[in-house]
């Protein structure tokens, strides 16, 4: 038996005696703060992301392996791990070695992969946040933390939200959540910030816009 199935056996057994009966919770808070136009509601996410200090691109679907390419090299990225969904097109156009997502990949050996591409699961205008839920487009989490650079591909419109209670509706608890706003950063007690401390140094978010299927309103 794993220190974890120790652990969870424990809490079961604490949780045992627990009343089953749930009191219901009003779901009548404000969902959405203003109303806006599915193109506010982009331009809203772009602007907090880059409040966040994440750097946003922008390009149409047929553009993106050429943009993905020109990042990577920018970058200098050798390396680039990739996972098991991710739209082989995507990188079809990179100088780079693919690296799969593989689970026996030690801590060590994604440390030297220089960078990390995935999709997402749902962006966040209001807060500037970038949901990952570990689809086959986005891997296995720790993929996406050890790695120093991180690139971030978003579908516009389809996967942007106005708000936290919107993204929630999308989004199934049973899996492995990330909530990502910005690098990873921290400060001590002098307010000095530090980036890269828990996960990528640099994050690029690319905002896709799909093609038009027909006559699109916001």
Same mark, same amino acid.
């Given at each position: 038996?794993?220190?974890?199935?120790?652990?969870?056996?424990?809490?079961?057994?604490?949780?045992?005696?627990?009343?089953?009966?749930?009191?219901? /919770?009003?779901? *009548?808070?404000?969902?959405?703060?203003?109303?806006?136009?599915?193109?506010?509601?982009?331009?809203?996410?772009?602007?907090?992301?880059?409040?966040?200090?994440?750097? /946003?691109?922008?390009?149409?679907?047929?553009? !993106?392996?050429?943009?993905?390419?020109?990042?990577?090299?920018?970058?200098?990225?050798?390396?680039?791990?990739?996972?098991?969904?991710?739209?082989?097109?995507?990188?079809?156009?990179?100088?780079?070695?693919?690296?799969? *997502?593989?689970?026996?990949?030690?801590?060590?050996?994604?440390?030297?992969?220089?960078?990390?591409?995935?999709?997402?699961?749902?962006?966040?205008?209001?807060?500037?946040?970038?949901?990952?839920?570990?689809?086959?487009?986005?891997?296995?989490?720790?993929?996406?933390?050890?790695? *120093?650079?991180?690139?971030?591909?978003?579908?516009?419109?389809?996967?942007?939200?106005?708000?936290?209670?919107?993204? !929630?509706?999308?989004?199934?608890?049973?899996?492995?959540?990330?909530?990502?706003?910005?690098?990873?950063?921290?400060?001590?007690?002098?307010?000095?910030?530090?980036?890269?401390?828990?996960?990528?140094?640099?994050?690029?978010?690319?905002?896709?816009?799909?093609?038009?299927?027909?006559?699109?309103?916001?």
């Amino acid at each position: 038996m794993s220190s974890r199935e120790r652990i969870l056996g424990r809490v079961r057994r604490a949780l045992g005696d627990a009343p089953t009966d749930e009191a219901p /919770v009003a779901r *009548d808070y404000l969902r959405e703060h203003g109303q806006r136009s599915t193109a506010r509601t982009v331009e809203l996410l772009a602007g907090n992301l880059a409040d966040y200090r994440a750097v /946003v691109h922008r390009c149409a679907d047929g553009e !993106l392996p050429a943009l993905l390419a020109r990042l990577l090299s920018a970058r200098g990225a050798r390396s680039v791990v990739v996972p098991p969904g991710l739209p082989a097109q995507w990188l079809a156009a990179a100088d780079a070695a693919l690296v799969p *997502d593989r689970a026996e990949s030690t801590p060590h050996e994604l440390d030297e992969v220089s960078s990390v591409v995935t999709g997402c699961a749902v962006a966040v205008a209001e807060t500037g946040t970038i949901v990952l839920d570990g689809s086959p487009d986005q891997g296995r989490r720790r993929i996406t933390l050890v790695p *120093d650079h991180h690139i971030c591909v978003v579908r516009v419109p389809d996967q942007v939200v106005s708000s936290v209670p919107q993204a !929630l509706e999308r989004l199934d608890p049973a899996r492995p959540l990330t909530w990502i706003s910005g690098p990873s950063a921290t400060s001590d007690i002098e307010l000095d910030r530090v980036e890269g401390v828990h996960g990528p140094r640099t994050l690029e978010v690319v905002l896709v816009q799909a093609q038009p299927s027909g006559n699109v309103t916001s």
